[in-house]
């Protein structure tokens, strides 16, 4: 098994750019999320990965071999769609045999139909057809399906996307540690800047047809490049720091500490003060904006986390007063011409 | 979403130019699909493009290959006669379309918007028609309202008084084209009124709107253009239908009756092509508006729609279950005259019943070979109509090379919608019956009856297949070539019986539309391969009615048989295939 690279990859249809000339190493064994907002190309690069779409340009590679002329029955790439796809005429057992039909024999097909089934944690639902099986159940065999050929690498196209809460947050894990145990390159899209976060080794965050920025979900998270990384990654507070070059700060809201009335700051930390505008309950704290004293008026609200005890102690009714505490030492800071660029598109 | 396939050929901007395009090599399987459409191009230039041509050429060039202008069709427009005939087709287009498409739609109203029983009983009354060729309209018609009809004569005497209508001619015509017609309209008004949003009608309630504002607003525009559909086929089945005008028209003249006399009675084949691309002028016309109304109408229903509601309403459902009843009894009414006149001795003077007139022993054709002969070439019209059709929206979903050549197939699936039967028949006797045709050799048999067939009921089974296969979801193909499946393996395991509903379905629509029709296979059917529809008109013309009915029961019967064997193999299949669909 050797790492996936994709080399100067442009692709257009019509008029409109999808990917403009995007280079990408995914590294081999690991899991790796592309994450971005819709259409900004993460779909395509992954169609192009699989085969299902050929590049205007560029290439394809795994290890040396050029990968971009093959078809993708050619691949051996698994591959599990947002609708998993299963066959509906065929059985849960069938399905995952599908592929598997006169490249083995019979019996080591019986076999590995089980092995797959006990793999995703199902074996007792080998005759029930997709229509009888849950959403979960029908991605888990969707999985065992893609899985069974022993496929080089492993596409999953929002695989989760289409489950309840509850259920999502049980197959992120799952998936993890099937692809943990398997050790198989898997390259996952999603938009959801949460599952990327907890699922993936390596994250790739796409904008417009071009990657943002590649990392660990820890570099992505505390270190975004640009103020769309920061942006898309969690909720973060753009807040000027009043310096003659004119740059933003960025802050995280749990970044930030509310005080008390009567509490003072730590020294060394700066204090924002302001009127509450809107305080939304999330069970164990409020996330409240905040609008800062001497804003000009188009300035946005600063958003804090507020523990639920201490809410209710401050009572944060509407235009009720709240002092915050900015982090101390140096925080993210950008160009103030980033973070306009950056509004300019989000509004 | 884009569309890929135009991406990939487009031009792109002078940096992408420099560097050569990538474009995957065709393997044996891109290959393969070539070959496949290729063929498939070539059956549908030979079943419909090439007769179509030769259609026009007899149209448009003198017999010496000549160019003739439009001279012929002056010649038309010269004659008298023939404009009348023009003016009584239209009249009669017009008055079936206004009586029967009101009619249909209160049908289908009461069937779709209450609660009623027997609302399987009576669709199938309502769709009896289907099953029989339109010239046992007509004899039914004879049979209740001519000089010795059972309701003209006042039950033959047993009622104090007569109800005598003037049938033969424009209102024999008109009755005749109301029930032809009915159950096309029936059934897609059906359709239409069954998908309506219901939140629609929550939303207006809430906002206070009464009954009628709801129709006006609601229930109307909904079925705008569904209506807008059924006024078109109504319209054009009774522009050009030769069945019912042939039995009861009497004097009256129209387009298909004329056509008829200038082919078979005078050999006049550059007329007989002139009067059918008239012919088919409003159908095309209609097609086009079809076509463009259809292609608005998709985004109307979302996936979010909620189904309509019935609420409890007895007044309503009275009045529903009335009329409803009074439509299936006009049907059996009709029916039952046919049937009855078949097995009596001699309507209406002895009543006694008996067989005979079902040994057809006197009629010019031999026996019951002519009906025998009709179901062969309705069997293997169905065989092969569904293999071809189903085959060749396969290719054109499913195949994603050679744009061009798909695009030109679906055109040609969709050009015989717009075709009467007479202009289908006349094109393949010019297209076939020409000696420097290589195809000549099939003139006058059974294939090319058969090919006629096909490429005359193509477009709705074509429709079928292909709404069938797009409801299949896309990603099932790009499963399959993950896992390294051949496409031929693919289609085999995975689309065909996911397509079996439809497969049956295009079966019957093909077999039962076989039999009944005349229009087609009047000018084509070979001196010894004489048909049961062709026999009927035959022996209609010769005065032996009661024959002529007995053969339009034999080929509903045949029809009928045809449907319950569809509907016991679907249940059959719905139960064999429960454990997909249900939870």
Same mark, same amino acid.
Not at chain 1, 330 to 343: F, G, I, K, N, V
Not at chain 2, 137 to 149: D, E, P, R, S
Not at chain 2, 159 to 165: D, S, W
Not at chain 2, 360 to 368: I, T, V
């Given at each position: ?90 059985? $849960?057992? %069938?399905?995952?045999?599908?592929? @598997?039909?006169?490249?083995? !024999?019979?019996?080591?097909?019986? =076999? #590995? +139909? *089980? ?30 399906? $893609?899985? %069974?050929?022993?496929?080089?690498? @492993?596409?999953?196209?929002? !695989?989760?996307?289409?489950?309840? =809460? #509850? +259920? *999502? ?30 699922? $993936? ?147 | ?583």
């Amino acid at each position: 098994m050797e790492s996936l690279t994709l080399e100067g990859i442009h692709k257009r249809f019509g008029a409109f750019e999808a990917l403009k000339d995007v280079a990408l190493t995914i590294p081999k064994g690991k899991f790796t999320c592309l994450l971005g907002p819709s259409g900004c190309g993460k779909t395509t690069m992954l169609r192009i990965i699989a085969g299902l779409e050929q590049p205007d340009r560029g290439a394809v590679r795994l290890g040396g071999r050029d990968l971009t002329p093959l078809p993708p029955a050619k691949r051996n790439f698994g591959i599990v769609f947002q609708s998993y796809a299963l066959f509906p005429n065929l059985t $849960a057992g %069938a399905n995952i045999a599908y592929g @598997l039909k006169g490249k083995l !024999p019979r019996a080591q097909i019986k =076999a #590995k +139909v *089980r092995e797959m089934l006990d793999l995703v944690g199902l074996p007792d639902i080998q005759d029930r057809y997709p229509a009888q099986l849950s959403g979960g159940q029908q991605q888990r065999v969707a999985l065992a399906r $893609a899985v %069974a050929l022993s496929p080089e690498v @492993l596409l999953l196209d929002e !695989p989760l996307s289409a489950l309840d =809460a #509850k +259920v *999502r947050v049980h197959l992120r894990e799952q998936l993890c540690l099937l692809q943990e145990r398997l050790g198989i390159t898997t390259v996952m899209v999603t938009h959801d800047q949460e599952e990327a976060l907890t699922m $993936a080794d390596h994250v790739v965050v796409m904008d417009q047809g071009r990657i943002a920025q590649t990392g660990t979900p820890e570099d992505i998270y505390e270190r975004p490049r640009t103020p769309f990384v920061a942006d898309f990654i969690g909720a973060i507070n753009f807040i000027p720091d009043g310096g003659a070059a004119g740059g933003v700060q960025a802050v995280r809201p749990e970044q930030i500490k509310p005080l008390g009335p009567l509490e003072a700051p730590e020294t060394g930390c700066a204090v924002l003060a302001g009127t509450v505008a809107h305080a939304e309950f999330r069970g164990a704290y409020y996330r409240v904006s905040l609008l800062p004293e001497h804003a000009s008026a188009d300035a946005a609200p600063v958003l804090v986390d507020v523990p639920a005890q201490l809410a209710r102690r401050l009572n944060l009714t509407r235009s009720a007063p709240l002092r915050l505490q900015l982090p101390p030492g140096e925080s993210l800071r950008y160009p103030a011409e980033a973070l306009d660029a950056q509004r300019r598109r989000s509004s | 979403m884009p569309d890929f396939e135009a991406a990939a050929y487009q031009p792109s901007g002078t940096a992408a130019a420099a560097v050569p395009r990538r474009r995957r090599r065709w393997g044996r399987a891109e290959w393969l699909q070539a070959m496949l459409l290729l063929l498939l191009l070539l059956g549908m230039t030979v079943l419909v493009a090439l007769p179509l041509a030769s259609l026009f050429r007899q149209a448009f060039l003198t017999p010496e290959g000549e160019f003739a202008g439009l001279s012929y069709f002056r010649a038309y427009l010269e004659s008298p006669a023939l404009l009348q005939s023009l003016g009584n087709t239209v009249f009669i287009s017009f008055m079936t379309t206004v009586i029967a498409v009101p009619l249909a739609f209160l049908l289908a109203y009461a069937l779709t918007r209450t609660d009623i029983r027997g609302k399987s009983v009576y669709k199938a009354m309502a769709l009896l028609p289907l099953f029989a060729p339109t010239m046992m309209h007509g004899i039914g018609l004879v049979y209740l309202f001519g000089n010795q009809g059972a309701i003209s004569t006042g039950l033959f005497g047993w009622l104090p008084f007569e109800l005598r209508i003037p049938l033969y001619g424009k209102v024999g015509i008109i009755m005749a084209e109301v029930i032809y017609t009915f159950p096309q309209a029936f059934l897609i008004l059906s359709a239409a009124l069954a998908i309506s949003d219901y939140r629609l009608y929550e939303a207006s309630e809430t906002l206070g709107a009464g009954k009628l504002r709801q129709l006006l607003t609601v229930t109307l525009p909904s079925v705008k253009y569904g209506l807008i559909s059924a006024i078109i086929v109504c319209a054009t089945l009774s522009f050009t239908d030769f069945g019912a005008p042939k039995v009861v028209g009497g004097p009256y003249n129209v387009l298909a009756t004329d056509m008829f006399k200038q082919v078979i009675g005078q050999q006049n084949m550059a007329l007989g092509a002139v009067v059918s691309i008239v012919l088919s002028l409003p159908a095309v016309a209609a097609f086009i508006i079809d076509r463009i109304a259809s292609r608005k109408q998709q985004a109307y229903v979302t996936s979010r729609s909620t189904p309509y509601a019935v609420r409890p309403g007895r007044l309503r459902n009275a009045l529903a279950h009335s009329y409803a009843s009074l439509i299936a009894l006009a049907m059996l009414l009709l029916l039952g005259a046919v049937v009855m006149a078949s097995l009596v001795k001699a309507w209406p003077y002895n009543l006694t019943l008996t067989l005979a007139k079902y040994e057809f022993a006197d009629a010019a054709a031999g026996g019951l070979t002519p009906f025998w002969n009709s179901v062969r070439m309705a069997a293997w019209t169905a065989l092969a109509g569904t293999f071809i059709t189903f085959a060749a929206a396969y290719m054109i979903e499913n195949i994603r090379i050679l744009r061009a050549i798909r695009q030109a197939s679906y055109f040609l699936a969709i050009v015989p919608l717009a075709l009467p039967g007479l202009a289908i028949g006349l094109a393949y006797i010019f297209f076939f019956n020409d000696p420097a045709n290589p195809l000549h050799a099939l003139y006058g048999t059974m294939a090319v009856l058969v090919l006629a067939n096909v490429a005359h009921f193509y477009s709705v089974p074509f429709m079928t297949a292909t709404t069938s296969l797009k409801m299949m979801d896309k990603e099932f193909a790009h499963v399959s070539a993950s896992l390294n499946v051949s496409w031929p393996r693919f289609f085999v395991r995975i689309a065909l019986p996911l397509s079996l509903p439809a497969i049956l379905e295009m079966l019957v629509y093909f077999f039962v539309n076989a039999m009944v029709t005349v229009s087609a296979v009047i000018f084509l059917y070979g001196a010894d391969l004489k048909l049961a529809s062709v026999a009927i008109v035959g022996m209609d013309d010769a005065g032996d009615t009661a024959k002529a009915a007995a053969m339009s029961v034999l080929i509903v019967a045949a029809n009928l048989l045809a449907r319950l064997a569809y509907e016991a193999v679907s249940a059959l299949l719905r139960k064999r295939t429960s454990g997909w669909r249900s939870r």
